[in-house]
């Protein structure tokens, strides 16, 4: 895999005024009111409150999972806000890594097909693929059990499985939603200092939604968020 080519500036992520409203029957909800927030390349940051807050909802836009209602998100300097889903499924592919709390790997693939599958999707040759896997896997140390599925891994195991399947890409950023949240304490002890290892000696830029203090904590910044909007911004 190449190298990620710097876009000249260190901003990887910019809100501006971003809003995010749904219709249920007869009421509108306003799931972000006006979010304005900047994530620079090789930041981790934390996004934390409430649930219900808007923070989920937030990342999922980030992600380019969803559109805003309105307002402006730039990823790597582009506008994506109006982009098609066409255009989505392409930024989604070569520029976001994900990691989710539930793991969400195919249950009939091993621990290296599900690694390999998001480079499958983007057509990357399948003896890079296989060796950038194994190089991954190692990393998250789980070479030994590349053959696994993931119900013969434990919860731990497949969050790292996950973590190695988000770098697949190479993403511009990676987004993390409640990744320790499925865990005990001590497993998703090691699963945080890995994904803080990769932030650190990958300068990979990661935003990590939660709601305990002490993961948040663990980030250069926490934006708190309240009913859809940024109550504070806290230097760790």
Do not use: W
């Not at 599900?114 to 998250?140: C, F, H, T, W, Y």
Request: proline share 3%; glycine share 8%; with cysteine.
């Amino acid at each position: 895999m190449e190298e990620r080519k710097s876009n000249g500036t260190d901003v990887v992520v910019e809100c501006t005024n971003l809003r995010k409203s749904y219709i249920l029957g007869e009421v509108k909800v306003e799931a972000l009111r006006g979010i304005n927030m900047q994530i620079k390349r090789g930041e981790m940051v934390s996004i934390m409150g409430p649930s219900g807050c808007g923070k989920t909802t937030l990342l999922n836009i980030i992600g380019s999972l969803d559109y805003p209602t309105s307002g402006k998100i730039i990823l790597e300097g582009t506008d994506i806000s109006g982009a098609t889903e066409r255009e989505l499924t392409r930024i989604r592919r070569k520029s976001v890594g994900f990691i989710f709390q539930f793991y969400n790997l195919l249950p009939v693939l091993s621990a290296l097909e599900n690694v390999e599958l998001p480079m499958l999707i983007a057509g990357v040759p399948k003896n890079e693929r296989n060796k950038r896997a194994l190089d991954l896997l190692e990393k998250v140390d789980l070479l030994k059990r590349q053959e696994h599925k993931p119900d013969e891994l434990s919860g731990g195991e497949r969050q790292r499985v996950a973590i190695a399947r988000s770098l697949a890409n190479n993403p511009a950023i990676l987004l993390a939603d409640e990744p320790t949240g499925d865990l005990d304490t001590e497993t998703g002890t090691v699963v945080l200092k890995l994904l803080k290892e990769v932030n650190r000696s990958e300068n990979q830029t990661l935003v990590l939604v939660t709601h305990d203090e002490s993961i948040a904590r663990q980030a250069n910044r926490i934006f708190h968020i309240k009913d859809g909007k940024i109550s504070s911004v806290e230097e760790t």
